[in-house]
């Protein structure tokens, strides 16, 4: 009888068919090859209106207007941003990814919509942004790694990701958000809390604090966190 799992074979011939096949399967191990400085989420998972609550929250906190700027952090190929666009329909939106490929395919949905205050770059972080710009910033499964979930938590995490990144990633992306601003932080592995950084914010935000097994908590040391939950979401900058 089989074992019901693959052979390295049938493994190797399944990679190389998608790895040729797919541009964006070749897209994220390519990614993943080279990791790159700021690396969380290797995957480009998206749908369109994914976070509801978290829009509407945010648009009726911060409003809509010509003089609003608005970022989303790891925008894949531009669901968020499009999205975005229907609950703020004057701000300008900009959409950074640090897959080149996703870009693409975000700058090409672009083109065709002609929205001239909708933008696109490639990055994986916002040192060039600058500082107290942006109304809000939208880090929705961003600072996590699929691979900590997909097939039974391991003790630490920092084999993938390390939460000394996700501190400094969020620092900078704080600094960019101007006084009064949000900051939201959905579906992390890391608990905004637990930075320095959280000390210039108020919680603004929470949802459902349950244990997500597709979702694990890790802490400052990487170390995994057992039947432990993270409700806190969205944050507001101090003035």
């Known amino acids: ?37 700021n690396l969380f989420q290797p995957f ?12 509407r929250f945010v648009r009726d906190r911060i409003g809509d207007g010509s003089d609003h ?12 941003v ?9 701000s300008s939106i900009k959409g950074i990814d640090i897959n080149p490929r996703s870009i693409r395919v975000a700058q090409r949905r672009l083109r065709k919509k002609g929205d001239q205050k909708i933008a696109f770059e490639v990055a994986g972080s916002v040192a060039r942004e600058p500082s107290s710009r942006y ?38 992306l704080a600094r960019c958000v101007a006084p009064g601003g949000l900051l939201l932080i959905g579906q992390s592995n890391f608990r905004f809390c637990e930075t320095r950084t959280s000390n210039d914010f108020e919680i603004a935000l929470t949802e459902n604090a349950a244990p997500d097994a597709r979702t694990p908590i890790f802490d400052r040391n990487n170390q995994f966190l057992p039947n432990t939950g993270y409700g806190e979401l969205g944050f507001r900058k101090r003035a």
């Not at 480009?44 to 829009?55: A, I």
């Not at 961003?142 to 990701?161: E, K, P, T, Y």
Request: charged fraction near 20%.
């Open 82 to 90: 499009f999205t975005l666009r229907e609950y703020f329909p004057s």
């Open 1 to 37: 009888m089989g074992s019901g799992k693959r052979s390295f074979p049938a493994r190797a011939s399944r990679f190389a068919f998608n790895f040729l096949r797919s541009a964006d399967f070749r897209s994220v191990v390519l990614l993943r090859w080279r990791h790159p400085d």
């Open 135 to 172: 109304q809000a910033i939208f880090c929705m499964a961003i600072f996590r790694h699929g691979g900590l979930g997909a097939s039974g938590v391991n003790n630490r995490c920092d084999h993938l990701i390390g939460f000394a990144q996700f501190e400094e990633a969020v620092a900078d």
């Open 44 to 55: 480009t998972d998206t749908l369109p209106d994914r976070y509801p609550e978290v829009f």
């Open 69 to 80: 700027h608005i970022l989303s952090f790891g925008c894949s190929t531009g669901d968020e």
